[in-house]
């Protein structure tokens, strides 16, 4: 089956994302943080990239997303749109660039698209960030919602918790998810919520559902790229599905490379650089005792060199 990245060519707008919606059509959505992996996850057909603050905790190696800047956001931002032509990018805001102020929101979402190359911005929170969601809709920058499990509160939920568990808590999550699609959001990521929960506002929204953690039923799904390959292991939330384990490919490629680089396998031939004989015969004349050039001690092979300090150590 083709992708619609494959069968459009051309950037992946909201609007697309919307007609998808409405055709019932799942959306696809994965995080990458730099150039290589952003090339990857394109030409494998990947509808949406979102280059996540999530980036502070697999990335840089921070304990929470709490402590990752502007300046850092923009920074792999603007690796990821280098490589990415087709998908549609999203930039996520990082803890307190949008809480101030409206302004505040306004000024950092506009970096994402100058500076960053980013199509559209994140942004965590419900009815208390309506202010915010509006003044960067109406400055013309796209905005996704983010509801549930949102990790720039982590302080105030205490721990990474399932949220909605309650009825009162699943009816606050559908209002505020109703503030954000009539604030202006074009979509709205649901984090570690009850999926019969997302499933009920994923069809009472107009504006596409993409859910982490949140059941079946949104429109689309988004995981981080570093936990459905087996890249980190700090922390694997329940709701990652683990379609590689790359950490144990790169330790075994990496420990064979120390093997072949300690026992002379690698460099190969076919890895090397060849000299023309006549200009090394040339080079070598240099060293003959009767030449008139400077005669240079010549060095040993390596092989040579182990093999006479291996036996003075014996
Ligand atoms: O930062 C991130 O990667 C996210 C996703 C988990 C939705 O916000």
Not at 249 to 273: A, C, M, N, W
């Amino acid at each position: 089956m083709s992708t619609t990245a494959e069968f459009t060519k051309r950037r992946i707008t909201p609007q697309v994302l919307r007609s998808k919606k409405e055709r019932g059509e799942r959306i696809s959505v994965i995080t990458a943080y730099d150039y290589p992996m952003a090339l990857v996850v394109e030409r494998a057909g990947i509808d949406a990239i979102l280059v996540g603050d999530s980036l502070g905790m697999v990335v840089l190696g921070y304990e929470t997303t709490l402590p990752v800047t502007m300046e850092e956001m923009l920074h792999h931002s603007k690796a990821v749109s280098r490589a990415a032509k087709v998908a549609h990018l999203i930039g996520d805001m990082p803890f307190m660039s949008y809480q101030s102020s409206p302004s505040d929101a306004v000024r950092n979402a506009g970096r994402f698209l100058q500076e960053g190359g980013m199509d559209a911005v994140k942004l965590e929170g419900g009815r208390e960030v309506i202010s915010k969601i509006k003044a960067i809709e109406a400055a013309g920058i796209p905005v996704m919602g983010h509801l549930g499990l949102t990790p720039q509160s982590i302080r105030k939920f205490g721990g990474y918790k399932t949220q909605g568990k309650s009825a009162s808590a699943a009816l606050r999550l559908v209002e505020d998810a109703h503030r954000l699609e009539d604030a202006g959001c074009y979509a709205l990521v649901l984090e570690a919520v009850p999926d019969r929960v997302a499933g009920l506002i994923a069809g009472r929204l107009q504006i596409p559902v993409i859910g982490i953690g949140a059941g079946a039923e949104c429109d689309g799904q988004v995981l981080v790229v570093h936990d459905m390959l087996g890249m980190f292991d700090r922390f694997v939330p329940k709701f990652v599905k683990k379609y590689a384990d790359l950490q144990s490919v790169i330790t075994k490629s990496v420990r064979d490379y120390i093997q072949d680089v300690l026992l002379g396998r690698f460099p190969g031939q076919e890895h090397s650089y060849a000299i023309d004989d006549d200009e090394y015969t040339a080079l070598l004349e240099h060293f003959r005792p009767s030449s008139q050039g400077r005669a240079l001690k010549p060095i040993k092979p390596l092989h040579a060199r182990i093999s006479r300090s291996a036996k003075a150590n014996n």
